[in-house]
């Protein structure tokens, strides 16, 4: 991948805001996060910063999203996308886009 990226004329960078929060925690185990406070007991029903898998987790989400795109490279909450042509980067940048926004309505 380095060796492919070392001779890309193109480049872009998706920063994944608040990537974790964008993730919903499954059903079951909502209530493993789940804490209490004086005003009453809370959980998380996204992915919270601090627990032990997330980061795992949340690459494993997104490495299915963008399964069989080539010439992108994943690093926690962002997506670099490296090409060659300028027409090859536009194909890429719009299916990425594609998949987010198709995952997003599902």
Partial sequence: MYHKMTKANYF???DLRK???QIA???KNI??????TPWGKYAYKRIPLGLLNPPKYFHNVI???LDGIDNIAVFHDEILIFT?????HENILNEILNRFEKKHNN
């Fill in 25 to 27: 925690i499954d059903e």
């Fill in 19 to 21: 990537g974790y929060y």
């Fill in 63 to 65: 490495m299915r999203i």
């Fill in 12 to 14: 872009s960078k998706f």
């Fill in 84 to 88: 060659n042509t300028i027409k090859e």
């Fill in 31 to 36: 209530e493993k996060t789940a804490f209490i």
